[in-house]
């Protein structure tokens, strides 16, 4: 992706200044589109510094320290803001973030926060409905959209003698995976995954001992596991405003994900394609809640029917979200128009067709099995490729940041999914 040209200062009637909580992709990307369109420098706020945003000349980095509780950092963020204020008196403090656990923070301090901040205002509760997994699969369910079958498994009285899971009433191959993300998000433990992918009854008796001994005492889910390789997962990245409208929303094929089990299934290459199915599906989802803000619902299409099943949703926008303001849906703009200019935009859906791709395209003929996709691939990359952390012109550092995590990929790569397969292990 070209570098760009510097951006004029925002026009006074937008003036207003962005602060991030995190240190991943997604908030570099924001912080990016932010820079493009009005021209402004982003704080963000974190316990220490990542590659992802290391040496940027677009950011004003705030550090809590690396050993910092939710508690010192929320008072650090407050610190910063109310210093800002006082500069600036008049220009609005945006506040995002990307994380389930900075969303939950934010969520849980919302009086407190918006004292100094604007940013879209979720109660715990809806927070709650979305991102559990389990309630959102009784929310699709009631909307009739389809979710895999899933045992909920409560580890809550697991400390008490005798006590043995639920009985799973779900056909192997199951996934298995935390019900709320943020609730284990900092818990640490050997054979710790993001998610299990297990084949029989026997694996999941397993780990029900690695996740007792670890001490997990959330919900836990086992879930039906959909067929297909990588390519049959499907992306929605969309902003909800004040009025409850999905004002900016793009849609995407995932390529390839990570296949490292403390990562697995994060998409690392995504081709962007507008399907309205989603979008539509996105917009009853979200507007069955009291939603505000950026959302990234995952969904996967079963290769034997064609069937969509929609997976989870993580209450932000997601480490892939550029991909939808490559795809010409705007977050920025959304953003933006709903909490400092105040107005109501029209709904923008991003139709573009853009290759995404965090690894090393060189690697994707490799693993995308299907020959049209494959040349559909290859016809994108003559385009252009979109990586969202290449942006900033004659930044050496950051460029040589960029190459050594396409070679760090491309080694876990060769270690966890050295040939690709119709399951994807």
Request: include cysteine.
């Amino acid at each position: 992706m070209p570098s760009v040209a510097p951006v004029p200062s925002p026009a006074p009637d937008v003036a207003f200044r962005p602060v991030f909580l995190g240190t991943d992709p997604g908030t570099y990307g924001l912080a990016r589109a932010l820079h493009e369109s009005y021209g402004v420098e982003t704080t963000l706020v974190s316990r220490g510094q990542t590659g992802a945003i290391a040496h940027s000349r677009i950011l004003r980095p705030v550090e809590a320290g690396h050993d910092t509780g939710r508690a010192q950092l929320l008072a650090t963020l407050l610190a910063e803001g109310r210093a800002a204020r006082e500069r600036e008196p008049d220009v609005p403090l945006l506040l995002g973030c990307n994380s389930d656990s900075h969303t939950d923070l934010i969520a849980q301090h919302a009086e407190e926060l918006g004292e100094v901040f604007a940013f879209p205002r979720m109660s715990p509760r809806t927070l709650e409905q979305v991102a559990d997994k389990q309630q959102f699969g009784q929310l699709c369910e009631r909307l009739g959209l389809p979710t895999p079958r899933t045992t909920v498994v409560r580890f809550g009285d697991a400390d008490r003698p005798g006590w043995t899971p639920e009985p799973v009433d779900v056909t192997y191959p199951v996934v298995a995976k935390p019900a709320n993300s943020a609730h284990f998000e900092n818990l640490k433990f050997p054979g710790a995954q993001k998610v299990w992918f297990l084949q029989t009854p026997q694996e999941w008796e397993d780990l029900v001992q690695v996740l007792v001994a670890g001490g997990v005492r959330q919900d836990f889910l086992v879930q039906e596991h959909i067929p297909g390789d990588d390519t049959h997962q499907l992306s929605i990245v969309g902003y909800v405003d004040r009025t409850g409208r999905l004002t900016a929303v793009a849609t995407a094929q995932v390529l390839l994900g990570e296949h490292d089990p403390t990562t697995v299934g994060n998409p690392i290459a995504m081709i962007t394609t507008p399907m309205p199915e989603l979008m539509d599906a996105a917009e009853r989802i979200l507007g069955a809640v009291d939603y505000w803000g950026f959302a990234n619902i995952d969904a996967k299409r079963d290769p034997r029917t064609g069937t969509i099943y929609y997976m989870e949703v993580n209450p932000r926008m997601g480490r892939n979200s550029f991909y939808a303001t490559a795809a010409g849906a705007d977050l920025a703009g959304a953003l933006v128009d709903d909490l400092v200019r105040g107005v109501d935009r029209e709904p923008v859906r991003g139709t573009d067709e853009v290759l995404y791709s965090i690894v090393s395209p060189a690697v994707l003929p490799y693993y995308v099995r299907d020959g049209a996709l494959r040349r559909r691939v290859l016809r994108a990359a003559r385009r252009g490729i979109v990586h969202p952390l290449l942006y900033e012109r004659g930044n050496w550092r950051r460029r040589a940041y960029v190459m050594a995590n396409r070679l760090n990929h491309a080694k876990k790569l060769a270690r966890f999914y050295p040939r690709p397969s119709a399951t994807g292990f």
